[in-house]
DNA sequence: CCTTTTTCTGTAAACCTTTTCATTAAGCGC
DNA sequence: GCGCTTAATGAAAAGGTTTACAGAAAAAGG
């Protein structure tokens, strides 16, 4: 049996309510009290039961951050501008992995409506628009990073479409017009989003889309190396490839090196995320970095202010993403 | 104001008592009225509050994984192992970052204190010895994947010893005597235990060994080809590296890959965890392989049991590793 | 038809806090 | 020294559940 604030107040000669204004640094109480408690306290080892007190206040201060899969280097960067952002506010942050699994996504939301969490932030939801949609009526939900096409919640994200064009244009600038894109099987809204940016870009410039330029695959850097066989093995092979992931494009960079292609001058290849390896694999890669710590930041900021008002904002934040621009493009 | 187990009770015409029982699949309660409750919950859009249960029962049925820093990407293996085998006993597992920091891994323990939790497992716990053997007198509590020297608590890990041995010993079979080694300054237990193991193998095959050829840095990869940049430009160089981590030593490979180095001829490459991108980086790296999700696997049921039991366990469980053999040692 | 089980349901206490309200004692002004 | 404010404390309710216990009705047994 664990001390509980009644073996306090009974060994301290107070009443509970006495103990609980020590414990929750009430001006009221006299120091003289205040010291005999929280010696009580200490001698008995006391340490306050958060089940009692998150049950009284109907709140626990925290907030549940869902993440997709375990692929979790990518994700370390947006929870840390997450766990930071909270505990400045006096929040903790919890991570659960769905593993892929919609069902087991919709499992660990539960730990919001049964009030275990205060607030649950998204990082790649898996649920239709309407469901969420539907949730977030009811309780503090936010996406990050991925946002979801037609779902009215709170979202902080950038501009995939933009970001997917504004490489692809890059590769344009520097006088390419067989571009490859190697992409993803799973219609993930950032895949969509990025292919439809490249497709803008191909567009804006004149320069007609050909459908068998396209590799659809899956996120391993395997699938990149599988869809840069294919591109370079085509009749009139493009000269620049731009994959939606860092991971995929350092599979394609692979094969490339394997056959003895000159990376950046005979054939361009451009990422996306700029995870840590992208600078440490040999050519370096070029790729999109987009603000992981600052969406954290934001949607854990957007979201407890959420929590505070009746009126919570359905937003969808875009933050600016840049270009890194290395060796693979010839930079 | 959410609905509570009182108003289904009133709409369903009966006590709390009864909807509770529905609620936990009580067998005494008649098929009819279990129907009846059962709509008005659904009607109603009944959650049940968790705190009121967790408070009363006195059990959260959530573990607490506690993990050191951000580098996810290695942990995602074991906690996959962990969820899973938490998950088939009803369990959840939230994981939650230290980002290294001491006081904060403290203040994440404190979830376990204030029954929060039911359990925490500690990957990389960054507290002395006698503070956990102290709390885990009176909690729940677990270390994985890094053993502490002396502290009295349940323990899942390899021996890292043996491990650092055996893969010396395999560079020393293939004729070498002159070999360096990449650790960190960092003392972590893994380390120094790796590194051990790297003496041992020497002095057991006779080999003097050499304060010169151990460089100390960091866990990044740029501390990898930092101390092979050392360690190839001595006067009696190495001819074969053992890393204590595959980041490392991807590091100390682009040193030698970009010195015109022949990897797995001139000088042999040894890494140790078998991430992810040891087998995407070319060439292939020789590296230890941990059971990463046998180990998260085996810490819960262990825990589990510990916290079903009033005898707990505090063995250490040392899993089996193996050696992978790839380019690096020119396999 | 009466007794004895069995089945089902309700009452109320318990889990541990926080907080409102009331109370007592002390301090203050005059 | 009297009335009044202020400071410090305690008693008790509240928060949402589970569960031991008791009770009523129905079934079973004779």
């Known amino acids: 049996m664990s001390v509980t604030i009644k073996d306090v107040a009974k060994a301290a000669g107070v009443s509970v309510a006495t103990v609980s204004r020590v414990l929750n640094n009430h001006s009221s109480v006299s120091e003289d009290t205040y010291e005999r408690v929280s010696k009580v306290m200490e001698q008995l080892g006391y340490s306050p039961n958060h089940l009692g007190r998150d049950l ?5 201060k925290r907030i549940l951050a869902i993440t997709a899969s375990a692929e979790q280097s990518f994700y370390s960067e947006v929870l840390k501008g997450m766990e930071e952002a909270a505990f400045a506010q006096g929040y903790d942050v919890l991570i659960a992995a769905t593993h892929d699994d919609p069902k087991h996504e919709m499992h660990l939301l539960n730990m919001l409506f049964s009030h275990s969490v205060d607030g649950a932030v998204l990082l790649g939801a898996k649920q239709e628009a309407s469901v969420i949609s539907k949730l977030a009526e009811n309780h503090n939900i936010a996406l990050c990073l991925e946002r979801i096409e037609g779902c009215n919640a709170l979202t902080v ?44 870009a191909l567009e804006e410039n004149g320069i007609p889309y050909d459908e068998g330029l396209i590799y659809l695959g899956t996120y391993e850097s395997e699938s990149g190396t599988t869809g840069c066989r294919y591109l370079l093995g085509l009749e009139d092979p493009p000269t620049a490839i731009f ?5 995929i494009a350092i599979g394609a960079m692979n094969y490339a090196i394997s056959k003895g292609v000159n990376i950046g001058k005979d054939v361009l290849f451009f990422g996306f995320d700029n995870i840590a390896y ?3 694999f040999v050519p370096h890669l070029s790729t999109v970095e987009q603000p992981l710590y600052a969406q954290g930041k934001l949607v854990i900021e957007k979201l407890i ?6 009126i919570p904002d359905k937003s969808i934040y875009m933050l600016p993403h840049s270009l890194v621009l290395r060796e693979s493009t010839g930079d």
């Open 56 to 60: 009284r206040k109907s709140e626990t």
């Open 305 to 310: 202010e959420n929590m505070k008002s009746d």
């Open 243 to 247: 994959s939606i992931s860092d991971m």
């Open 157 to 200: 994200t950038i501009d995939n479409v933009k970001a997917g064009k504004d490489a692809v244009n890059y590769l344009i600038g520097k006088g390419h017009r067989r571009i490859g894109l190697i992409s993803t099987e799973t219609r993930s809204q950032s895949s969509v989003d990025r292919e439809k940016g490249y497709r803008k």
């Open 278 to 280: 992208s600078h440490i």
